[in-house]
């Protein structure tokens, strides 16, 4: 499934609005198009006060006006270059994409050259069709990390987050995670990044792991709706679901970026593509960094984005998906040495 974003609105100035239906992303084209048109302009507007001074006939000037069409045709033909396609895959419309969504709506990608397409499929799919060809980069590092560390050759361009946009809600009666000693807590499965975090929230609180029973259940939805129900005490939710059960009366135990660092999201390509395309990757790079920075600063700016993206109409809820996403993300989009040793010791225990 591609997931494209909307056309854009009528602009008030017909150049933009044609240069957008001529597809010219790359800044220098349009800039090259328009030092171009005016240019012919300029030769049009001299050519007919030379009609005017020299009391030419309606052929002549037609044969001028003729001649400046033919140059603006050419200059056109000249100036429209396609932008190189890209196929990102993505496992799910999270805020953690946030950079990649930001980059599509605010133009970077193509100041770069670049037409990216976001492909949904399953995470545990994204390594293996990046591997066939069929996608140009994935953003699962955590499967990446896990992939490297088993002998296969994928690297990490680039870090969106090194915390988990996870939240641990429990039962109303409970106050603590200290308190979930003996209870049934939810994760997405065994071995994933639900396990491996609810483990180590345990283990800072001075819970033993193996006090409490930890039970499957596939789906926010679905262990929100455990939690209410009381069928577990606590679970970890992502955004939104974590803010719609406080609002339903049930409890925050804690972030668990507080408790753990280790990467999710990202930019991933094959050592092959490094070789093959390192200008591509760069400018890809350069794009996400741009949006970074761009959403840290103006966040304003970004709450439609996430919006269209998210597919939430709530204000109030993409307010608090946006700031805690910023408690998550990688301060420079960099996995340093400590947390790349950390992980590649979770995966080894994978």
Do not use: C
Not at 46 to 52: F, I
Not at 201 to 206: A, E
Not at 219 to 243: D, E, R, V, Y
Request: a positive charge.
């Amino acid at each position: 499934m591609d997931i494209r974003e909307e056309s854009p609105g009528r602009t008030e100035d017909p150049l933009n609005e044609w240069l957008t239906q001529q597809h010219l992303h790359h800044a220098s084209d349009a800039g090259e198009l328009r030092a171009r048109l005016s240019a012919v302009s300029r030769m049009m507007h001299l050519e007919l006060l030379h009609v005017k001074a020299r009391r030419k006939s309606g052929l002549q000037a037609f044969r001028s006006a003729a001649l400046g069409l033919s140059i603006l045709l050419l200059s056109l033909a000249a100036a429209r270059v396609s932008a190189e396609n890209v196929k990102v895959g993505i496992p799910s419309l999270t805020v953690t994409m946030m950079p990649l969504a930001v980059a599509r709506e605010r133009g970077f990608f193509q100041q770069e050259g670049l037409s990216v397409d976001l492909v949904l499929m399953p995470a545990a799919l994204t390594i293996k069709v990046l591997l066939s060809g069929d996608l140009d980069y994935a953003t699962t590092v955590g499967s990446a990390v896990v992939a490297a560390v088993r002998g296969i050759d994928v690297r990490v361009a680039m870090l969106f987050v090194d915390r988990p946009v996870l939240e641990l809600v429990a039962t109303p009666e409970i106050n603590s995670i200290a308190e979930l000693k003996g209870r049934v807590i939810g994760i997405s499965s065994r071995g994933g990044l639900h396990d491996v975090t609810v483990r180590r929230m345990l283990q800072q609180s001075g819970v033993d792991p193996a006090q409490a029973s930890l039970l499957t259940i596939v789906g926010s939805g679905a262990m929100l709706a455990a939690i209410k129900s009381g069928h577990i005490a606590a679970g970890l939710l992502n955004p939104p679901f974590n803010f719609i059960a406080y609002r339903e009366g049930l409890k925050n135990l804690g972030f668990a970026g507080s408790f753990i660092r280790i990467p999710s999201t990202g930019l991933v390509a094959t050592r092959e593509k490094l070789d093959r395309k390192p200008d591509q990757i760069r400018r890809m790079v350069r794009a996400l960094s741009r949006a970074r920075a761009f959403a840290r600063e103006q966040k304003l700016a970004v709450i439609p984005i996430l919006r269209r993206f998210l597919r939430i109409e709530d204000e109030d809820l993409l307010s608090r998906i946006y700031d805690l996403h910023g408690r998550a993300e990688s301060p420079d989009g960099r996995i340093d040495t400590a947390l790349a040793a950390q992980t590649i010791r979770d995966a080894r225990l994978a």
